[in-house]
């Protein structure tokens, strides 16, 4: 089982950049996959860009290709999400957790990003 805590969220201006972290605790940390997830008012949640393990592995969705980076670093037990350009419709709250989720994915607090046009 992985715990995690989100951070790093905050009002920015359109075409500012933000850094979230999210802190991992547990044993299965750095054998899992880690995903950043986003969920707007009156939306879905979803996956915003994920990376395996070793980090060799990443995705992205298509709307923050080229804007967000994800990246991890085993050693702290942390996953970060770093997003430059942010747009109005970036504005969500942001969520890591093990990917992929299943049905009994326990969700955090997340971190709210709110991008001022």
């Known amino acids: 089982q992985v715990q995690l805590v989100e951070s790093g969220g905050g009002l920015v201006q359109a075409g500012g950049s933000l850094r979230l972290s999210c802190a991992a605790s547990?044993?299965?940390?750095?054998?899992?996959?880690m995903g950043w997830f986003r969920q707007a008012p009156g939306k879905e949640r979803e996956l915003v860009a994920s990376i395996s393990w070793s980090s060799g592995i990443t995705y992205y969705l298509d709307s923050v290709k080229g804007r967000f980076t994800i990246s991890r670093d085993n050693a702290a037990n942390t996953v970060y999400l770093q997003m430059n350009s942010l747009k109005p419709e970036d504005t969500a709250v942001y969520y890591c957790?093990?990917?992929?989720?299943?049905?009994?994915?326990?969700w955090g607090q997340g971190t709210q990003v709110t991008v001022s046009s």
């Open positions: 957790n093990v990917y992929p989720v299943t049905v009994t994915t326990i």
């Open positions: 547990g044993r299965t940390f750095r054998r899992s996959a």
